[in-house]
Nanobody, 126 residues
């Protein structure tokens, strides 16, 4: 059973927006560095956004920089990913993941993350 749960996915037209949320059922997300990954059909899982527990500054992959914004809501024990200007190539399964270390320069490495959500589908299509 996943200890992280994603929500907010769905079908959206190109240029549209979605907000994904990640909640932690058994632990406090503010104690963890959190990343969002996505996996498009036939492709490897790709790290797209990261927030370290040390400074909570969000970092982004080049494919989403300027369009996606990651934020934390510590009061609700949630992390969000606001996705604007969606493109068909953003289609995929989106995962949130948690890492117990406070910061990693190699935040896109899948192996860094101990906890994963089950993933949620995002489809961008007209």
């Amino acid at each position: 059973q996943s200890q992280l749960v994603e929500s907010g996915g769905g079908l959206v037209q190109p240029g549209g927006s979605l907000r994904l949320s990640c909640s932690g059922s058994e632990f406090t997300l503010s104690y963890y560095s959190i990343a969002w990954f996505r996996q498009a059909p036939g492709k490897e899982r790709e790290g797209i956004s990261y927030s370290s527990s040390a400074d909570e500054i969000s970092r982004y992959g080049d494919s989403v920089k300027g369009r996606f914004t990651m934020s934390r809501d510590s009061a609700k024990n949630m992390v969000h990913l606001q996705m604007n200007g969606l493109k068909p190539e953003d289609t995929g399964v989106y995962y949130c993941a948690a890492d117990g270390t406070s910061y990693s320069r190699e935040w896109t490495r899948i192996e860094n993350y101990e906890f994963w959500g089950q993933g949620i589908q995002v489809t961008v299509s007209s």
